[in-house]
Each structure stands twice: as structure tokens, then as C-alpha cells.
């Protein structure tokens, strides 16, 4: 049995709240549950503050089986935003709503940074 989870946006702190209401407990660094897994169907990002933790709890998850984990179309943003284009803009256009959209996460992974792991 799977449960499917949407749309964390950065709320980790709701996530770890959401996971434990679920029946999971922490183990170590992961979120396990005895009997199911979690779907977790993107949109980790780009919302109020916890990006780094939102990521690293989901990504444990899934390193440990037990969670799956499918990208979202803010995941795929941000991935844009920071790819060049080849003629000097982005994938992404770096206008002033894609800055304001992605700020809070470049603000916790700014261009350049090492995510351990990949």
C-alpha cells in the first residue's frame, strides 16, 4: 500500500508532522513505516523555508526504499532557471516573477552549490 503525497512546497516541518500522523517513524536519519510507502509527486520546492530539509527528508526516503519520489513542474523550473541557454539567457528566463519565484530555494541552494550525492 502507498501513500501519496503532494505539493510540500518547503514545509518540511508539516511533512515530518504529516509522515509521523501516517503511521511512519523516524529511523536515524529516514522515515520508514513498517508496511507502506510513501509517493511523494513533486512540488518539493519553491514555497515558505525549508528546502534543504524538505529535500534531504525526501531523498533519505527514497535512498532507504521507502519512499518513491516523482519530480514536479517546480522541480523541472528550477532545473531551467539554471541551465544557459547558449546565448546568454536561461532555459528559464531570469525575469523579475521566475527571481521571485525560485529566491527562498536559491537562497538555500545557490548557483554553484554542491548537493552531496549527486
Known sequence: MYDIIGDI???ADELEALLLKL???RQGTVYK???RKAIVVG???DGKGQHRKTVDICRSMVEQESALAVMGNHEFNAICYSIPDG???Y???HNEKN???HAEFIA???FGSHIPGL
Open 9 to 11: 512546497h518547503g514545509r
Open 23 to 25: 503511521g511512519y517513524q
Open 33 to 35: 513505516h513498517p508496511e
Open 43 to 45: 512540488d518539493f520546492i
Open 87 to 89: 546565448t546568454g539567457d
Open 91 to 93: 532555459l528559464r528566463h
Open 99 to 101: 527571481i521571485r519565484d
Open 108 to 110: 538555500e541552494f545557490p
